[in-house]
């Protein structure tokens, strides 16, 4: 496929094991929203919803990060550990669930979101290693979301690492999957956008976005 590049994933790093990007020296401040189940909330919560064996481990190294995610998204899970620089969460409260198959049968997720995890009942697969393909931006339309353009300021700053790596649900490489709202956000987005495949049966088995 055209819009697809391959990559070894040890091209990302340099001779000292290293990635060869470096942070950027940011900060976003959080904006004020009385929403209960908010953007940022919806990232975070619909990887347990889907499996309940999900744990969710975020850091709050940085006082500002620690209330936004204690406030907008550890309320929603019953088991919340808290050490020194980590939040660690799992187990959604049955409310927080209720909220989301609201949110989902009124079609009122974030359409990215919705496009990530999607309302299939196919099985998910695990994010194994398979073949990995770096998405040429210039081969797909961008796509415009302001309220999780917003959100995604906050996690890029949230997940201290270069690569967030996402597991989507139902994603099948075909090229379809270039008019996905999530994947193209996240091709303009991101300073890359891969996608790790299993060859046999074509799912995208993973999503690794290159922050920096």
């Known amino acids: ?35 209960v189940l908010t953007v940022l909330a919806e990232f975070f919560l619909m990887p347990a919803f889907i499996d309940n064996n999900t744990r969710t481990i975020l850091d709050i190294e940085r006082e500002h990060l620690f ?8 309320i929603h899970f019953k088991d919340v550990k808290i050490d020194e620089t980590e939040i660690k969460m799992m187990n959604l409260k049955a409310e927080t669930e209720q909220l989301l198959m609201d949110k989902i049968e009124d079609k009122l997720i974030n359409p990215i979101i919705s496009n990530l995890y999607g309302t299939s009942s196919r099985p998910r697969l695990k994010n194994i290693r398979g073949e990995s393909y770096i998405v040429r931006r210039e081969s797909l339309h961008p796509y415009e979301n302001d309220s999780f353009n917003d959100a995604w300021r906050l996690i890029s700053n949230i997940v ?4 967030i790596p996402i597991t989507p649900f139902n994603w099948y490489l075909s090229d379809n999957l270039k008019s996905n709202a999530a994947l193209r956000f996240f091709t303009y987005s991101c300073k890359q956008t891969i996608l790790i495949v299993d060859e046999e049966s074509k799912f995208v088995t993973g999503l690794d976005l290159v922050i920096y």
């Open 1 to 35: 496929m055209a819009w697809l590049e391959p990559i070894k994933l040890p091209d990302l790093y340099n001779d000292n094991g290293e990635f060869n990007y470096k942070k950027p020296n940011f900060e976003v401040e959080p904006p004020i929203n009385d929403e």
């Open 67 to 74: 209330n936004l995610i204690f406030n907008k998204v550890s």
């Open 160 to 163: 201290q690492a270069p690569i």
